[in-house]
Nanobody, 116 residues
Framework: QVQLVESGGGLVQAGGSLRLSCAASGRISSIYAMGWFRQAPGKEREFVAAVDWSGGSTRYSDSVKGRFTASRDNAKNTVYLQMNSLKPEDTAVYYC?????????WGQGTQVTVSS
């Protein structure tokens, strides 16, 4: 199985930046792509970004395109989400998972709060 641990969240002012990390362990050889998802209180969990583990190609939701950058460090078995120009609407708990996601891999997530 795969274990995923995300970190790096915090409180930041609008326009600021944060970098989230997701460390993967276990049967990581089975992972083809990693995704970032987020969920605000009372809202449905939504896709944010994904990065291909092998080639590093990425895709993003329209709401974050141009502001967020997903990347991976194969040597560290870690994926990142560089979040720039943060908006209050980005406030949510951010989760990493495989992409497409595996419901068994959801962790605790990391809280991102963007103040106005």
């Amino acid at each position: 199985q795969v274990q995923l641990v995300e970190s790096g969240g915090g409180l930041v002012q609008a326009g600021g930046s944060l970098r989230l990390s997701c460390a993967a362990s276990g049967r990581i050889s089975s992972i083809y792509a990693m995704g970032w998802f987020r969920q605000a209180p009372g809202k449905e969990r939504e896709f944010v970004a994904a990065v291909d583990w092998s080639g590093g190609s990425t895709r993003y939701s329209d709401s974050v395109k141009g502001r967020f950058t997903a990347s991976r460090d194969n040597a560290k078995n870690t994926v990142y989400l560089q979040m720039n120009s943060l908006k209050p609407e980005d406030t949510a708990v951010y989760y990493c998972n495989t992409s497409p996601f595996n419901s068994n891999y959801w962790g605790q997530g990391t809280q991102v709060t963007v103040s106005s």
